[in-house]
């Protein structure tokens, strides 16, 4: 396979010598890839720059991207600080090893050294280029003719060193060395370019891990994994949507368990006043019964003592009548009489039973209820004077279910006017007078 279409290299990697000697680079790291798939071994050049690390895997966004699915989309960062290249593993699916010794988190190198991606046949050796030319600067320290020469060695430490030896220069060897004005501007320049390109590279590569991390989120959270995605991608976008899902049906059960909450107490609300709506129509009922029952009990005795006031004055008038008729007229008495016992007997019951019935209304508390006791009261009423309002309605042929609740006050409201009135001196006189007083 051809080396191009295998592996793509970002801008910062330098492809061959021809290109690193033209980069003016002091410091840089050999890359050198083998693999199966390649014809032959590819080689390439990282310069050592501090806080931006080297991206390696198989996504397009690395700064060498090894298109080999065992290897995870970003599988390790090369890490150069403090005059030193470490090695990170970016959580990678299958790992990756160090003389068969897996690589956990950071750690630094030891170079030269190879790297092996898990159970990928791809492997990457690392190894510090070792230059051997130098730029050599006359600085002239003395009128004599010992000269000091000046070495700045292409190496990772990025400094100068001083060789005092005092070799005797002669020729055209002492017309190539550089006046000290001329090293200083050069210096001054490459110490110039090295800190901007530094600046431009951290800039970089922090628009990039943005960019990164936002591809990282629609990659994993996206419905629709990519066609490219890796094992540990979707490994972990697997992970990630079964506990959306888990925790969709938790909530959708629990949404359906408060809508069936909701309409059993809906429902049972429903009955419940359905239940209250027949209790207070049948407690109507009754009472309503029970005046009617009074009422023909009433008649009833009326007419037997009519019955009596009529026999007893023709007993005085007709003293002749015969005695077959007046022995009809005692049973008939006898009769209506017995018959008036057994509705008093009934009316009774009734009434016992309406008052047990109401006794049982007041445990579910209905509010349209005002029975005694079972209502709130007026503040400003007494219990003796609001159960003689009641008793006066119940009279009166008015069910104390019916009774709206502006019934109290409105009574109260004429108790008050009629206390303050002339009329309550003159009515407790006039009971006194008739001897009404209990």
Known sequence: MNNDAFIAYSPRIIKNESALSQSGIVACLCLEINASALSQPARVYVEALTDQPVSIGRGANNDMAIADIAISR??????????????????????????????????????????????SETILSLSLLELSNQVRINDTVSH?????????????????????????????????????????????????????????????????????????????????AAEDAGEYTQILRSMIHKDRKKKSRVYQYSLFFLVLLLSAVV??????????????????????????????????????????????DGNSIDSQASYEVQKAQQALREAQQAEADIKRKKLQEMQEKYQAYLKKLESIKLSRIKPPLISARRSQSSDYEEQLILDVAIKFGESELELPDEFYNKVHEYIVYWQSSSRLPKAMQHLANKNYAP
């Open 74 to 119: 970003q599988h390790i960062y090369l890490i150069y600080e403090s005059e030193r290249w470490f090695i990170e593993d970016s959580n990678s699916l299958n790992g990756c090893f160090i003389n068969q010794k897996k690589i956990m988190g950071k750690q630094a190198l030891t170079l030269p050294c190879e790297i092996h991606f898990g159970r």
């Open 267 to 312: 429902a049972f609300a429903v009955y419940q006043q359905r239940i209250l709506d027949n209790a207070r129509t049948l407690a109507l009922d009754m009472f309503y019964d029970i005046k009617e029952m009074e009422i023909s009990l009433a008649k009833l005795e009326l007419k037997l003592q009519n019955d009596l006031t009529q026999s007893a």
């Open 144 to 224: 004599d003719d010992d000269r000091t020469q000046i070495i700045l060695p292409l190496d990772a430490t990025h400094t100068t060193s001083l060789n005092t030896e005092k070799p005797p220069l002669h020729g055209q060897q002492q017309d190539s060395l550089l006046t000290e004005g001329e090293f200083k501007q050069s210096v001054n320049a490459v110490k110039k370019q090295y800190t901007e390109q530094v600046k431009a590279n951290k800039t970089a590569h922090t628009t990039q891990q943005s960019l990164n991390a936002d591809e990282i989120q629609e990659k994993l959270f996206s419905k629709k």
